[in-house]
Structure formats: C-alpha cells, structure tokens
C-alpha cells in the first residue's frame, strides 16, 4: 500500500504543473508557520501526527527510567551517568576538597541496589560494577572525611561488598595514554577510500567480525557513558528480506544485502526531555566507528537512511517488537563489497564551506 501510494506520488510531482503547485502551496504555508514560534504553534495542531511519535517516545522514556530504578538490569544507567560525573570532579583542575554533595548519596544508593542483585541474576555487566566500585572509592580516598554527607555516603559504601577481584579503572594520568602509532595519512586514506556500497558478494559476513567492529564503536564519546544505543544483527536472509525492504532508501537493492543492521537508541536512558536528541548524537558517533572498523576488515556498508515517517515507522516497530521509547536511527547495509559493482562518486563539499573559523588572526 505504502509502495503504491509512494509512485501515485511520483507519477503526480513529474507533472510539472502539479509540482509547481506543491511547491507554490508548501512555501505559503511554512512562510506563515516557519517565520514564529505562533505560527509553528498553530501549524502543529493540523501537523500532529508528524512529531507526535517522538513525543510519545520521549515521555514513554522518562515513564521507563524511573520505573526502571526498582528493577534489577544488566545495565544501570542512572549509576553510570553518576559515576561519569564522580570521574569529571575527581580529574578537575584544581580540584575541590569536597565536590558532589548533591548527589553522592544518590550515587551510593544507586550502587547499593545494583549489588543486591537477587541469586541466579546472571545478566549484570560485571565491568560497569568494577568500575562504579574502583570511582566511587577513589572519591572517598580523595575528599575531605569531615563533611557530614561524604562520611554519611562514605559508611554506606564500606558496608557494601566489593564486586570481583579487585582492579584500578578510574580516572588515570593523560600521559600513561599508549598514543596511536596510525598516522594522519593514513587516516585520512581510510577516509577517502571507505565509500556506500550497495552490491555485495553472495558470501555471509562473519559474525566475529561484527563483534570486531563493534568493539572500536563502543570506544566513542557518549554523553556521561550511557552509551544509549544497540546494533540489532540480521544475516538470516528471510528476515534481511524482510527488514532492509522497509525503508524507502533501499529500493532496487535490498535483496542481495547479507547482513542488515538496525541501529536503534533508547529513550528510557533520560529523565528529561532536554536530553532527546542525545540517543541520535551517540548513536552516529558510534556508527562512525563501526563503519571505519568494517573497512579494515575487509567489509563495506551503506548507511540507509531512515526518515521519520508514519508508516514505516510503525512497520518496523512492529517487525521489530519495539517499545514506544525505543527509536530507529538508521540501517546499515553490511558484506564483503562485489569488485565489479560501481560506486558513487559523491563530490564532498570544500572545506572552506564546511567551517568558520574565530578567534585569533593567524
């Protein structure tokens, strides 16, 4: 249905009288809607349905995250987010004599209820405990003893059981960073020669190369450590039918794909709205990654673009058993590249319009 209607479209914009129409109509309106926040204001009364998935999300998001502070997890990402902050305040300079005041206790409590994790719990992430553990007490060997809250947070904390063998993953001197022997050259090849492919060999991608990959992703920035993001992996051929077919941006090519990977964030990590567009910042910083990773292995992708749209929207929510609070980002088309095949040449923009510099003359 969704097929037909896109080529009723089509077929309708290649008159150019019908498209000069929708062109005429579409400035008058966002001229009166785009010039004000009044304006943008009456115009989501009609235009509801556009934005009112992410709405949903993000409310559905915050009714998880609080929810989620009674269950027990593999991830806890309200004690991440805390100890994230712990590690800023302990590599300040200069650094306060007391600092987190304000949410210390939280941060024990956080902790003190991932620990007692029920018998038989066997999905925690032991690195993310060993790292709360080694931050919180390099805090506490580190701060003043005298202030009433940290020594009240610090007796919770002795009282807890410390998890593993004991180990040192806390905030560490810049200078004992191994830099990169990878040079600049060599990074900027890797850049020029990665390129969208769409026409793969018959030959299933190795899922420990995946894994590969996905451990360079997970090395990117994200905001407070929350990493608010998963890969979804199909290489069964019927569901890689089934979900590269979705989107519109696969056309023509999504039946010779191997592997197909969802990106997908998850809203449920925040408890404000203010933070909503951060699943889809980390989320493309980690793909980025991932994408340079499959280069050196041999593999090559193209990034599918998923639009905010209606229909597709909820086609893949349900092929996929999605929550309401958890948002496609993108697909990722992934296999050993066929050499015959041709690629785009895509002219990239001059780099004097990609940046403004300011500040000092040079």
């Known amino acids: ?30 001229e009166a809607a785009g010039s004000s926040r009044v304006g943008a204001t009456l115009y989501s009364v009609p235009g509801f349905f556009t934005f009112n998935r992410e709405q949903f999300a993000v409310l559905s998001g915050r009714r998880a995250y609080y929810r989620n502070l009674g269950r027990h997890r593999a991830n806890h990402v309200e004690l991440r987010r805390n100890v994230h902050r712990l590690e800023k305040g302990i590599l300040m300079q200069p650094r306060r004599e007391v600092f987190a005041l304000d949410y210390i206790e939280e941060t024990v409590e956080f902790y003190e209820i991932a620990s007692a994790r029920p018998l038989g719990f066997s999905n925690l ?35 807890i059981k410390a998890p593993g063998t004991p180990s040192d993953v806390h905030p560490y001197p810049q200078g004992t960073l191994k830099r990169t022997d990878i040079t600049y050259d060599q990074m900027l090849a890797l850049a020029q020669s990665r390129r969208s492919i769409r026409w ?35 290489d069964n051929p019927d569901q890689v039918q089934e979900i590269a077919g979705i989107p519109f941006g696969a056309a023509g090519y999504s039946h010779q794909i191997p592997t197909v990977i969802v990106v997908k964030g998850d809203l449920s990590n925040y408890f404000s709205p203010r933070d909503r567009h951060v699943p889809y910042i980390d ?36 092929a996929l058993s999605l929550k309401p609070h958890q948002r496609v980002i993108m697909l990722l088309a992934v296999g050993y590249p066929d050499p015959d095949a041709l690629v785009a040449y895509s002219q990239k923009k001059d780099i004097a319009n990609l940046r403004t510099f300011h500040g000092l003359e040079q």
């Open 200 to 234: 793969f060999e018959d030959r299933p991608v190795p899922r420990d190369l995946i894994d590969k990959a996905l451990l360079v992703a997970r090395q990117s920035p994200s905001a407070c450590n929350r990493l608010p993001y998963e890969f979804e992996v199909f």
């Open 283 to 318: 989320a493309s910083l980690a793909t980025m990654g991932f994408i340079y990773a499959l280069e050196t292995l041999g593999l090559s992708s193209s990034v599918i673009n998923w639009p905010d749209f209606e229909p597709l929207e909820a086609k893949m929510a349900k």
């Open 1 to 30: 249905m969704i097929g037909k209607l896109k080529r009723v479209a089509k077929n309708a914009l290649a008159n150019p009288v019908i498209r000069k129409t929708y062109n005429g109509a579409n400035r008058a309106v966002l």
């Open 125 to 159: 992430d032991a690195g993310e405990m060993q790292w709360a553990h080694d931050v919180l007490a390099e805090y506490f060997s580190i701060v003043s003893p005298t202030d009433p809250v940290v020594a009240g947070a610090r007796a919770r904390f002795a009282a």
